[in-house]
């Protein structure tokens, strides 16, 4: 197995539901990557060691991903120059209301890119863009999936489409 060069970290394990179709979709890229379950809160002290030696450890990009007053990913951004993505996950209460404007209202000088509620597809997506920005062979298998995606869409709208 190669050297992951993408971090999944999670507050929880209870987030790890959540976080699984981000998983997928970097395995179904052949993107390596590693799934930690660190909180901001309850052990502060990894969530330092983690970030700040993330990219000596070959990391290039960073999904952080927690719910409630969800620091995570500001923390770990905090720490790192990598760029992290964060996933507000929906708690018991508000939504995920709490986590979304906990992770997107970072103020000026440590951005976190935010992806919508749950949307841990969406930030694996995003990570695999950034790393397609260098890596042809990634590129190429963005546009194929950008194409896969364009062709079942149009099949919808043969099965749908109809006047009345
Ligand atoms: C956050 O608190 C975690 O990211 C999780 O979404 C939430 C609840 O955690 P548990 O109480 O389920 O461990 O830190």
New binding site residues.
Partial sequence: MSNPIVGIV??????LEVMEPAAKTLEEFGIPYEIRVI????TPHVAFEYASKARENGLKVIIG??????H?AGVLAGLTTLPVIGVP?M?KSLSGLD?LLSMVQMPPGVPVGCVGVNASKNAALLAVRMLGIEDKAVADKLEAFKKAQAEAVVKMDQQVSRQG
Avoid at 39 to 42: D, E, V
Avoid at 65 to 70: Q, S, Y
């Fill in positions: 999670m507050g929880s394990q209870s987030d909180s901001a809160h309850r991903a927690a719910g409630g007053a969800a995570l996950v708690g986590s």
